[in-house]
């Protein structure tokens, strides 16, 4: 059964920090690219970043560049987003997600607030 349980979300304040995790289970996670999307309440769910099957290539939205950095333990098989300098506009659900496999976790809230 397919797993991608993340964790690590809650309330920061702007200019904090949060490191999200996504624990995979039941697929060949060392093969795949995983990506990081988020939903903003009343907007469409948008890409945050990927990571190759290595880690070795990734790449970020315009708006996190910078902030966020993805990274991945293919041992643990976990990924992680390491968000630093968080804003207020980063309030959203965070998934984590195989794109290619249609697998999508159930979703971590971050809000920033002050």
């Known amino acids: 059964q397919v797993q991608l349980v993340e964790s690590g979300g809650g309330l920061v304040q702007p200019g904090g920090s949060l490191r999200l995790s996504c624990a995979a289970s039941?697929?060949?996670?060392?093969?795949?690219?995983m990506s990081w999307y988020r939903q903003a309440p009343g907007k469409e769910r948008e890409f945050v970043a990927d990571?190759?099957?290595?880690?070795?290539?990734?790449n970020y939205a315009d708006s996190v560049k910078g902030r966020f950095t993805i990274s991945r333990d293919n041992a643990k098989k976990t990924m992680y987003l390491q968000m630093n300098n968080l804003k207020p506009e980063d309030t959203a659900v965070y998934y984590c997600?195989?794109?290619?496999?249609?697998?999508w976790g159930q979703g971590t809230q971050v809000t920033v607030s002050s």
């Open positions: 039941g697929f060949s996670f060392s093969i795949y690219i």
């Open positions: 990571i190759s099957s290595g880690g070795g290539s990734k």
């Open positions: 997600s195989v794109q290619s496999l249609a697998y």
